[in-house]
């Protein structure tokens, strides 16, 4: 479904991506781990184009994303073109990103209101039925300032789910909450798992990765260092990198 | 010590600490606001001037134009402030060129000067038009009302726009990406996510700038717009009273401010969000 292919991207001296590739299936979940530095998180924003590539490219279903190719070239195409792509991408971000002007019913209603052009009713019922899956029933007028982390991630949730994407991308969901509100945002992950939507996790929580994951790539220095079955990589791994990291992590 | 003794001082009245600096800095205080007011009961004011003058027509029509002109001129600066922060925060370079040239003009040159221009715009341009459209006489055109909206209007977008985009810049990164994230183009992320944002936050600073508007509307006056100081101006011409007629004034420019004030603290309180 997701396939990248030689992905480079440089911030100044910094290389963050190195000729990655990667495919994920439909219905996969995918769980980047690696020290921080690593490109996980580059990779990630190069899937919906949030970052855009220095060399190669993404392809979701089949369709280039953020370029067009015009003969030898690849072409960057135009804001709205790249936009209507990112549709499909869901993305839940470290730092949550809800729109604080915006109640936690409007942060979930915009984009459906904005870019969908859904009906206010229809896009409101069916933020009401999100909030009630993420466990937030009758938080509707809550402005994000007056919710927890915790709450506050299960909101920016149910604000990529409702845009109906065909995946999701999580860029450290829970590394920026008191470790007691971790709890709450891995259920409804683990929950949205259970129903077979295809994520890509970028995370440090070991134990999700086990249980939940059915991949684990392992990322050092911009390049891709290890990759299996989650379960495998995360017990027995090969490369002295991953055995090096995952100690340190685990403690 | 013993605790009988810790007993009975924790039984004593707590009195107020001495504070001489107080009192001798309120008596000094005091002391120079009284000779300020003797110095005005007793010096050559007719205070009754002050008094049949406050609400003579030509004064209120005047009072009238200062305040529409600073509705005028702080909306036409508002808009044009954000589209020049808006382009100065662009990747295009011409954009964000261009919108330095302006605030580099606008800013580096006296309001006053720039108020003689629009003014004289004349003599530059007899006619101005638009092609195959027909053109009018440019005097008929710049009026006074018009000169000084341009003028006061272009000058204030020079410095609203630095405020607009220090309240863009404020606005942390991930909240427009969260917009292109659900699909918004970047001109909708900016326009339902950012600016909303960043407009609140300017709201203290432009606050202060829509204050001093209500009086930069006075150097007006020099290109014979009939604002408040122009109407007391053209009745102490005629009867000499002038410290009654600019009293008359100062009275009006602070009523209007004291107002302003109010409403800016009204609006700070209601927008703050309930946290």
Known sequence: ?251 | MNPSDSLSVSGLRIATRRRPGRWIGAALALLALGFIIRGFALGQIDWSIVGRFLTAPAILAGLVNTVLMTICAMALGLSLGVMFAVMMLSPNPVLRVSARLYIWFFRGTPLLLQLLLWFNLALVFPRLGVPLLGSVRTVDVITPFVATLLGLGINQAAYTAEVVRGGLLAIDRGQAEAALAVGMTRFAALRRIVLPQALRLIIPPVGNEVISMVKLTSVASVIQFSEVLRGVQNIYYANARIIELLIVAAIWYLAVVTLLTLGQTLLERHLRPAA
């Open chain 1, 1 to 251: 479904m997701i396939v990248a292919r030689g992905l480079s991207k440089r911030f100044g001296r910094i290389q963050a991506l190195e000729g990655v590739d990667l495919d994920i299936a439909a219905g996969e979940i995918v769980c980047l781990l690696g020290p921080s530095g690593s490109g996980k998180s580059t990779l990630l924003r190069c899937i919906n184009h949030l970052e855009r590539p220095d060399a190669g490219a993404v392809w979701i279903d089949g369709d280039l994303i953020g370029f067009t190719r015009e003969g030898d070239r690849l072409l960057e195409r135009d804001d709205r073109s790249i936009a209507r792509q990112r549709r499909r991408c869901g993305m839940v971000f470290q730092r949550f990103n809800l729109w604080p002007h915006l109640t936690a019913l409007q942060n979930i209603t915009e984009g459906p209101i904005r870019v969908l052009a859904t009906p206010r009713e229809t896009a409101e019922r069916e933020a009401r039925a999100l909030l009630a899956r993420v466990g937030l029933a009758g938080r509707e007028g809550a402005s994000p300032a007056q919710l927890s982390g915790g709450q506050q991630q299960r909101v920016a949730i149910a604000r990529a789910l409702a845009m109906n994407p065909d995946v999701l991308l999580f860029d450290e969901p829970t590394s920026a909450l008191d470790p007691e509100l971790v709890a709450e945002v891995l259920h409804v992950m683990r929950d949205l798992a259970a129903t077979g939507m295809t994520m890509v996790v970028v995370t440090h929580e070991l134990g999700f990765a086990r249980e939940v994951a059915h991949r684990a790539v392992f990322m050092d220095a911009g390049r891709i260092v290890e990759a299996g079955a989650a379960s495998d990589m995360l017990t027995h791994p090969t490369h002295p990198r991953t055995q090096a990291f995952i100690q340190a992590v685990m403690g």
